[in-house]
């Protein structure tokens, strides 16, 4: 059989990165370019054939519109190229979720594109970033991997970019999946998918944004205040997204600012798991807000962002995107 072509774009994170003695617990991310870590894939000997791109080399902390924008290009090119089976993204942990779930708003189902990072270190001894780069080499060159959006390998496991949380703040098993856990299990020599594809033929959900607009998080709090929201609007945003108490509570005089603001509200949690649903405590019929249901807030902001990008603005319309999967 033929050998997948897979191609790494590198954007840096803990998968390259380096402290420089595998005992030494500060490290920078982002030190491995895209050849060295083809240089260690090689070692691996995986069956695939490999090309790289390097699109950044960062933590992930620091992506933003200009890597999104790259990423975007890089993958679409690629996944128009006959040559290339399928897409890896290397990518720090902390906004994996991010990435992984833009780029799943406006790619067509297709060839599989995976986001891979890593919890230590390239050098830390019982580096996992290695292992789940081979893993995300089995699934990139899965064909039962395609049409399934953007699919993110951590550990041993596989989960869709609707669904993926970083979930723990160290540890190799920090990514959980909200609602469904991971779709499929993975080592470097076996992929065990729990259902077919779910986005057979599935057109890109919203074309890709000229840019983003500022869309801010408020997180909610025991005695928070409403004043809060009044920062947000005088810092120019177009867009709240309440990380909300429980189904997505704050304070009553908090909500009531939140209804007088003119720009589109979204509630969300600050809750890990489980969703905000409509009309509960807070009315948001009467107040014009929208429900986040099961995205948490960082994925919430994203969707509201290119919502706002895309001219809908409507909150029954707004709503309608986020009740869809
Ligand atoms: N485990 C990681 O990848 C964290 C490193 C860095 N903060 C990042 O997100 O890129």
Known sequence: MKRPRIRILATGGTIAGSAGSALRRGYRPGQIGV???????????????????????????????????????????ALEDEAVDGVIVTHGTDTAEETAF??????????????????????????????????AARVAGDAGAAHRGVLVVMSDH?????????????????????PRGPIATVTP???????????????????????LPKVMILTAYAGMEADTVGCALASGAQGIVLAG???GNAPATVIEALAAAKVAVVRSSRVDQGSVDRNL???????GFVAARALGPAKARILLQVLIASGITDPAAMQSEFDRR
């Open 35 to 77: 050849e060295d870590l083809l240089a260690s894939a090689a070692t691996l000997e995986i069956d695939a054939e490999f090309d790289g791109r390097e699109i950044a080399a960062i933590g992930s902390q620091d992506i933003g519109w200009r890597e999104w924008d790259a990423l975007y290009r890089e993958i679409t090119a």
């Open 189 to 211: 020599t076996s992929l065990d998918w729990f259902g077919p594809a779910d986005r057979l033929g599935r057109p890109a959900r919203f074309p890709w944004p000229e840019s």
């Open 281 to 287: 405590e807070v009315d948001d019929d009467e107040l």
């Open 102 to 135: 833009l780029l799943d708003l406006a790619l067509p189902a297709g060839k599989p594109v995976v986001l891979v990072g890593a919890m230590r270190p390239a050098d830390a001894v019982g580096s996992d970033g290695m292992r789940n780069l081979a893993n």
């Open 245 to 247: 108490l429980g189904q």
């Open 158 to 178: 596989v989960f869709a970019a609707i669904d993926v949380r970083k979930a723990a703040t160290g540890g190799t098993e920090a990514f959980r999946g909200f």
